[in-house]
């Protein structure tokens, strides 16, 4: 198992078990997909903004980042797996066909 694999494992844990008093990601879940959705936005922001001045922290934002993104996919019953299935599914397909054959 993977480092991410484990983070999603911890995250569902707090999720299904957590005290929203000691776990940051249990107080995420508490507070519903509205926060977890705003903080994911912060976070790439935050992120964008390291990449553009201050490439020293953009590994960590980029952590921060995938953290709150893990949290918003399982709160919507979703896992990596999801998304590593969605990954495969596009693998080999040119980006710009990949874009246009999901236009009405």
Known sequence: MDMLDRLEATIRARRDDGDAATSYAASLFAKGRPKIAQKLGEEAVETVIAAMAQPDKLV???????????????????SLDDVRAELARREGVSGHDEKAARLP
């Open 60 to 78: 960590s934002e980029a952590a921060d980042l995938m953290f709150h993104l893990i949290v918003l996919l399982t709160e919507a019953g979703h």
